[in-house]
Structures are given as structure tokens and as C-alpha cells.
């Protein structure tokens, strides 16, 4: 690709809409504004995490980076190449470079397929590998996520969750991507699983150079395995900062909110902390407030914020806060 | 444990057995009203059976073979399926995880409300109603007229679980059982709903069996706590004797997987290696002796019973003594 120390991911201005268009009798629906114009850069071996609460255009950002839902506007750059506007033969080609694992694996593999057949279908789909070199890379795949050469024979069901983790993981690595979009890869797992699912990424981050773009709602799990983290709400980003000055000093009243909602293994420290309850639900995307869309749930608001979207803006440690008063 | 001395709620002994395994072995517990206790364990570890066995709700495949289920003077396994009707919803309920696989969709939130009240009580439709706008004002819906009468599909899936818990609470049970009450909700709507159970249990003296995998919920919310493992209890004890001192390798194991705010970041986690074993691999010594990093010989022959550690705090492990050690290991 253009630049092998490059970003792996540049996202420009990035809006998805969906709705909004009427049919032959019906009359225009309202426009969902599902992710509306973020900037994000990913770096070679970096790992950013994407929080917010369901509704908040995580999932769709993750799809449209994949190139499973178009943008309406922006430009996304996969390995310096352009998604938006590609022709097939280009997209494909730009696709192996970004995988996905979902939360569940129990749906994301084939029942009826061997998972040699799973982990090998890249690899045979885009002729990398064929016959006995096919046999051994999957084998190799196998092994490095923690599996044994010859499980490639069994089906999904002999194994357990935590192993089915391991055979997407695998799969997703098989074509070498630069980039891995993992949407709430452990939170389907038992606890004691999902500490050996998150030690396996990590180790294997440190071996390949891969990126991750981890979309979370678990802070702890977050703040265990990111470099970055970004906040999402209703469609925007509203907090961006590294992983030290983050968790030390959250800016942003909703990340203070979610950071205090998340309770902590320790009665203590759980019982102790102070609490910070948001009220209210996430408001509709298709009925975004006006001025800042997190003013109807926020304790700092004022006048102004009801009027006047706050811009993402640096502070002095680096943060970028979206907020009038934070 | 509790040092209350009326339980309200007193589980002895049960076990449950599925083709001849015992999924569910040897389990007791007692919970006093106005208490929590918090039921922990993975997935496959009898925790969701123990509390299907309370309400009577256990599956056909699934036969309880020994043990007793008391809410306070009335034993529970003794009722008729026709007596336990009377129980279920008036003096014993239960709250699921999705919300929305457990409402009607085709009938107003607030008649299903309502009828959960009219079966118990002799009153009008609008009396029942009435309670229901009521109840609705309790568990934190505003604007409860208008909610009356809205479809589940038309709520939040925080809102749909007030609902559950309204219909849950509406006849004043005397104990709640909540499975996974918040693992679908998001951690800021879980907070609100873990923050109104521990106002309905303070105000209303509700005694509450909270099943969960989450040592987070359980270190928010819960008094006591059984973890359990492959069926059994591995540990019981009080909430905050179990975090600070855990005396089963099983428990400090999990407690140590969970990431905290200490670890460094991107460090090695600790993990419990292996899997936990099916109900045919169930062997004579103690369930866990497979994964166990303190295993002997004898664990592996003879089943460990609970011993007493202090405190009420009791866990069933051959190898208390030497859990220093494995605390080292693990920091």
C-alpha cells in the first residue's frame, strides 16, 4: 500500500443517514442522523476504543468502516486508499485489510463448516493459499490463537464460546488485516473466558502489528486493552484522549456519567465513589436536541447549550472535549 | 452471611438433577427480608436452575431429587402446581433478563400491570388500574398515564425492565427473584435500575436472590453471596468477607480475570485455564480440581464440604490454608 507507516484509518467529516426518503404513497420519513461528520485516525499497532450506550451510532461507524453501509458525505481512508466512491474491483481489494469479530460467535460461524474450512475461506477466496499450503497456514492460524492444527477438522458446536472466539480471531487474522473492528468481542463470554480472549489479543497485537478498533461499552475491559479511547453520543464524538489522561481526568459530564455507571468488582470502592446517575434515556437519533444533543440529560447545562453545538476542542493535556462548560 | 435470625427465604440442601447428573447439588442458602443475596457463577453453573427451582418454573427434563424450598413457614416444594400458582406473583416473583421477551407485545403495558394485580386481588379494572398508575409513579416512570397505555414495543428496554419490575412487585412479594435483571441494559440505565432495587428493598423489606455473572453488580447491590461452580457452592459468605479474603481458589481466580483499575495496561490478565466441566465429567472429588492451581490427590477423590472460615464466611476447599499462596501467585 502507499505508505507502509501510515495511518491505517483516516476518517474525514464522516456522516451515515438513514431514512428520510418517501415512497410512491408514503410521505418522507424522518432522517435518522446515525453518524454525523467524525474525524478519527488510527495508527500501525494502535488500539482505540469506541464507547457510548446503544443508539449512539457505534455499530454503524463500525459498518461503514467495513464498507457494509455507505457514508452520506466524508471520506474514509483504509491504508491511505479511498472507500467512499471505490469501484467493486478497488473495494475488494481495500476489504482485506479491515476484518470484524462480533460479539457472539455462536452466529458468526457456519454451523455446517469444519473450521478449517471457516479460517482457510479467505484465504481460498482471494487465492492467497491452495491444497497442502492452505492446510498448513490454517494450522498455523489455528495455533497462534491458542487452538491445536488438528481442531481444524470439528465443527462450531465441539467447541466452547471461548474457543469460537478463537476460531473468528483466527479467521479475521487469516489475510494479514492492518485493521480489526472488534465489536464487543467479550462481552458474550464468561468472565473467566473473557480474560484469556483479551490476554490473546493483546499477544497477538504485540506479534503482528495489527490495530484494533475496539467498540465497548465495558470501561474496565476498555481501559485494559486501549491506547486511545473516543466517546460517542447520538452520532458525534464529545471526548477524545489518550488512555492515561482519560481515565485521570474525564472531561467530558456524559463520560463522567458513564465512568460512574460502570460498577467496580470491589464493595468498597463501589459503595464508596461518588455517583453521578444519569436521568432519562438516550433521546431518539431521528429527534436530535438542538445545540448540544447531550443537554437534555446534563447536569452543567445552560442557555447556551441548548443553542450552540459545542465543537470538539483541545485542552492543555491533549483531551479533546466537546463541551461548553467541561 | 447475614447474622438476621429469620430467614424469609431458606433454600436446603436442593439438588436437581438432569439425566441422572446433578446440575445442581447439595445448594442452601438463606436470605432475611430487606437482604440481598447475590447467586455468581458462569455459564452452566446451576444458578439459573436453583432460582427456576424457587418459583417452581424448573423445565420438565430437569427433576429436583432432594432438599426443601421454605418461604418462612410454607414449604414451597411442597405445593401443588395449583398452590404454587397462588404463590407465584403474590408472595414470591421473578424479574428475567430481556425484558422484552417477557412482555406481551400485544397488550397495553398497563393491562398487563393490572392483571398481574387483579389475579391476586378481588378489585375493579379501574382500581387495579390505579395501582398500576401508582406502581408505574414507584419504579420511576414519568408521565405514567400515558405510558398505561403504550405497547412494550414503544418503551426503552430500560423502561420495558421497569415494567418487569413493576408487574414483579406489584402484589408486594415478599422475596424477588432477579435474573440478570441489567446484563441487556446499558451501564448508565443499569445503574438506575440497580439503584431502584435497592430502594424497593429498603422500603418495602423486600428480600431479593440476584443471579448474575457481573462481580460488579454484585459488589454494587448484593449482602451475601454463594458463588457457585459446576452446580455446587464453592464459597458463601458476605459481600465484603468475599472481596476482601476470598477462601476459594475458584473466587480469587475470578476476582483476579476481572480487569481493574490497578492492573497496567495491556499486562497478562489472569486466567482460570481450561473449561468448566459438562455434567457427565463430573467426577467423585471436588468440580473444580480439573482447573485448580492448588489441586491434590485428595481433591480429586473426596468432595471437599464447606468449611467454616469465620464470620459465617465458609468455602469448600481442602486447601484453605494455603490460599496466601495462590494470592501471591496471582499479584
Known amino acids: 500500500m502507499s505508505d507502509p507507516n501510515g495511518p491505517v484509518l483516516e476518517l474525514k467529516d464522516v456522516a451515515v443517514h438513514f431514512g428520510g426518503r418517501g415512497g410512491l404513497f408514503a410521505s418522507p420519513g424522518p432522517v435518522v442522523k446515525a453518524v454525523n461528520g467524525v474525524d ?74 469444519t473450521i478449517g474450512a471457516t479460517v482457510g475461506e479467505p484465504l481460498k477466496v482471494r487465492g492467497v493459499a491452495k491444497g497442502e499450503a492452505l492446510k498448513q497456514r490454517v494450522g ?85 486493552i486501549c491506547d486511545r479511547v473516543v466517546v460517542m453520543y447520538l452520532g458525534r464524538f464529545v471526548e477524545m484522549a489518550d488512555r492515561a489522561t482519560f481515565f485521570a481526568n474525564p472531561k ?75 | 452471611m447475614s447474622a438476621d435470625p429469620i430467614p424469609l427465604l431458606s433454600v436446603e440442601n436442593l439438588t436437581i438433577e438432569i439425566g441422572g447428573a446433578s446440575v445442581v447439588d447439595d445448594v442452601s442458602f438463606h436470605v432475611a427480608p430487606g437482604r440481598v443475596m447475590a447467586l455468581v457463577g458462569e455459564s452452566g453453573c446451576g444458578k439459573s436452575l436453583t432460582s427456576y427451582a424457587i418459583l417452581g418454573l424448573l423445565p ?38 430481556e425484558p422484552s421477551a417477557s412482555l406481551d407485545p400485544l397488550t397495553t403495558v398497563g393491562s398487563q400491570i393490572a392483571d398481574a394485580y387483579r389475579t391476586h386481588n378481588k378489585v375493579s379494572r379501574a382500581e387495579a388500574y390505579d395501582k398500576a398508575r401508582q406502581m408505574l409513579a414507584d419504579v420511576g416512570i414519568p408521565d405514567p398515564d400515558r405510558r398505561l397505555h403504550q405497547y ?8 420495558c425492565q ?23 441494559l446499558d451501564v448508565t440505565i443499569q445503574a438506575q435500575i440497580l439503584d431502584l432495587m435497592k430502594k424497593l428493598v429498603s422500603e418495602r423489606g423486600t428480600a431479593i436472590v440476584l443471579i448474575t455473572h457481573d462481580m460488579g453488580v454484585v459488589a454494587d447491590i448484593a449482602d451475601d453471596v454463594a458463588v457457585m461452580y459446576a452446580g455446587r457452592v464453592a464459597e458463601i459468605a458476605g459481600v465484603h468477607s468475599l472481596f476482601a479474603k476470598p477462601c476459594h481458589p475458584y473466587t480469587a481466580l475470578l476476582l483476579a480475570s476481572v480487569p481493574t483499575l490497578d492492573d497496567a495496561p495491556k499486562s497478562d490478565l489472569a486466567t482460570i485455564e481450561g473449561r468448566v466441566p459438562t455434567p ?31 464470620d459465617g464466611h465458609r468455602s469448600a476447599c481442602w486447601h484453605i490454608d494455603r490460599m496466601p499462596e495462590l494470592m501471591e501467585a496471582a499479584a
Not at chain 1, 506479534?207 to 485494559?224: A, C, E, M, N
Request: glycine share 8%.
Open chain 1, 40 to 113: 478519527l485516525t488510527i495508527g500501525r499497532g494502535e488500539t482505540v476504543a469506541l464507547v457510548g450506550e446503544s443508539g449512539c451510532g457505534k455499530s454503524t461507524l463500525s459498518n461503514t468502516i467495513v464498507g457494509l453501509q455507505a457514508p452520506v458525505s466524508g471520506s474514509i481512508r483504509v491504508a491511505g486508499e479511498e472507500v467512499v466512491g471505490a469501484d467493486r474491483r478497488k473495494l475488494n481489494d481495500i476489504r482485506r485489510h479491515v476484518q470484524m469479530i462480533f460479539q457472539d460467535p455462536a452466529l458468526s460461524l457456519d454451523p455446517r463448516s
Open chain 1, 140 to 224: 498455523e492460524l489455528l495455533t497462534q490463537v491458542g487452538l491445536r492444527a488438528e481442531h481444524a477438522d470439528r465443527y462450531p458446536h465441539q467447541f466452547s464460546g471461548g474457543q469460537r472466539q478463537r476460531v473468528v480471531i483466527a479467521r479475521a487474522l487469516a489475510l494479514e488485516p492492518g485493521l480489526v473492528i472488534c465489536d464487543e468481542p467479550v462481552s458474550a463470554l464468561d468472565v473467566s473466558v473473557r480474560a484469556q480472549i483479551l490476554n490473546l489479543l493483546v499477544a497477538l497485537q504485540k506479534r503482528t502489528g495489527v490495530s484494533y478498533l475496539f467498540v465497548s461499552h465495558d470501561l474496565s475491559v476498555v481501559r485494559h
Open chain 1, 252 to 326: 467530558h459530564p456524559y463520560t463522567r456519567a458513564l465512568m460512574s455507571a460502570v460498577p467496580q468488582a470491589d464493595p468498597v470502592v463501589q459503595r464508596g465513589k461518588e455517583r453521578y446517575v444519569l436521568s432519562g434515556e438516550l433521546p431518539s437519533p431521528a429527534n436530535i436536541p438542538s445545540g448540544c444533543a447531550f443537554h437534555t440529560r446534563c447536569p452543567l447545562a445552560t442557555e447556551i447549550c441548548s443553542q450552540v453545538r459545542p465543537e470538539l476542542t483541545p485542552r492543555p493535556d491533549g483531551a479533546l472535549v466537546a463541551c461548553h462548560h467541561a
Open chain 2, 60 to 97: 420438565d427434563a430437569a427433576k429436583r431429587t432432594g432438599g426443601r424450598i421454605r418461604l418462612h413457614d410454607l414449604d414451597l416444594s411442597a405445593l401443588s402446581e395449583r398452590e404454587f400458582r397462588k404463590a407465584r406473583g403474590k408472595d414470591i416473583s421473578i424479574i428475567f433478563q
Open chain 2, 152 to 159: 412494550p414495543f414503544e418503551l426503552s428496554g430500560g423502561m
Open chain 2, 162 to 184: 421497569r415494567i418487569m419490575i413493576s408487574i414483579a412487585l406489584i402484589c408486594s412479594p415478599r422475596v424477588l427473584v432477579a435474573d440478570e435483571p441489567t446484563t441487556a
Open chain 2, 280 to 310: 457427565d465429567e463430573f467426577g467423585e472429588g471436588c468440580r473444580f480440581a480439573s482447573r485448580c492451581p492448588l489441586v491434590t490427590d485428595k481433591c480429586r477423590i473426596e468432595q471437599p464440604p464447606l468449611f467454616d472460615c469465620g
